[in-house]
C-alpha cells in the first residue's frame, strides 16, 4: 500500500546514503548513516550534548537545559541515577493502571464521526502521566501545554529554546512546596536525594538542578509521547495493519517499535563539536553543530532488511531513542504509554480509519509533530 501522500521531510533525511553535508540556514552539519550517526550520540571526546554551558550560564537558560539530556559526562552520570531507577519495572507495573483509566477515558469522548487525536488523545495523556509521575496536581496540564506550545513559536532548535521564566519559577515553587507536603512522586525522591547529601559533578544536587530534571521531563516525557501517538495511529491505519491488530492485539508492541523506526519524532538530534573530526569525509571543526539523524540511521540496510517496508513484525534495535550514554532513560515509559494506548483502541475503535478530507498537517521542527489529524470511528 503506498502512503506517499503523507507529509514527511524530504526524502534525503530518511537516506542513510545521503552525503555529509552542511546546512547554512540550521547552522549546522547533517549526517545520515547509522555508523556515523552512533559516532556522533556515542562519542564524548568530540561531541557533547551540553550546548556549551556552564554551571554559570545554566541558569540562564531554560531550565530543560539543565537536565541529564543537555549534560555530559559526570554531570550527566549523576543526573541520570540522582534516584533509583525512575522508570523501573515496579513503576511502570504501578503506572500501568493510570494510563489504561486515562486512555479509556480519553477514548470514551471521542466522537465517532471525527475528531482531532492531536488535542483529543495526544496532549492529555503523557501530560497526566508525567503529572502523576512527579505527584503535580492535575491542574499542572494547562501550564504544561501553554509551555510545549511556547517552544514551537519561539524555537527552530533546541538550542534557541527561550529561558521560559514562568516555567522555572512553577517547578520552584512546587519543589518548595514539596519540601513540607510530600505526594509521593519523582519530585519528593529527588528532595530525599538532596536532604541525604547527594552530589552533581562533585556540588550539592541543587534546587535548579531539580528544576531542571523536572523540565527535562517535560520535554522528554510529555513532548515526544504526543508527537508520537498520531504517528503511531496514522501510520497503522494508513499502511492497512488496524484490523490485524485489532485480532492480534500481541502484535502491538512489534507496531509500536516499528512506528517510532519509521519516523522517529525526534529526528535529528543535534551535538556541538568539541575539537576538530572528520566524518563521512568532511572537516567538522571545533565550535559546530552536528545533527545526527535518526531518521535515516532507522533505514540503514546494515541493521534493516528491506528498510522502506512498513513491517509490524520486524524485529531489530530501534536508534529513534538515541545511542550510548544519552540513550532515553525513560524509553519504558514511551512505550507502555503507546501500547496500553492503542491496546484499548483498537478494542474499542475497530473501524478507526483516517478522516481523508480533512487537512493532515505535519511541522518540521525539532520535533516533527503532526499538528492536527482527524479520524472516525463510525
Known sequence: MTVAHLPMRAAKFFDPTTEVHFDEVLDTWHVFSLSDVQRVLFDEEHFSAGYGLTDETRPLANPVLSGMWAADGQRHRDLRVAVADP?????M???????RAIATELI???EPSGFDIVPRVARPLPTRVICHLLGLDLSAETKMTAWIDEWYRASVTTSTVPPQKEMARYFAEEIERQRTEP????IAELLAAQTGGYHVDGRPLSDWDLVGYCAMLLGAGVDTTFASIPNAVLFLTEHGWWSELHDDPSLIPGAVEETMRWYPVFPGPRRLVLRDVVIGGQ???AG???SGWLSAANRDPARYPDPNVFDIRRRTRIMSFGHGPHHCLGANLARLEQRVLLEEMVRRLPLLRRETGAPLVRR?????NLET???RFD
Not at 87 to 91: A, D, L, M, T
Open 108 to 110: 470514551d469522548g471521542l
Open 93 to 99: 507495573s504501578r503506572l500501568e493502571d493510570q494510563i
Open 364 to 368: 518540521e521542527w525539532m520535533l516533527d
Open 373 to 375: 489529524a482527524t479520524f
Open 288 to 290: 559546530q553543530w552536528v
Open 183 to 186: 505526594e509521593g512522586g519523582l
Open 283 to 285: 572537516q567538522l571543526r
Open 87 to 91: 522508570f523501573s519495572p515496579r513503576v
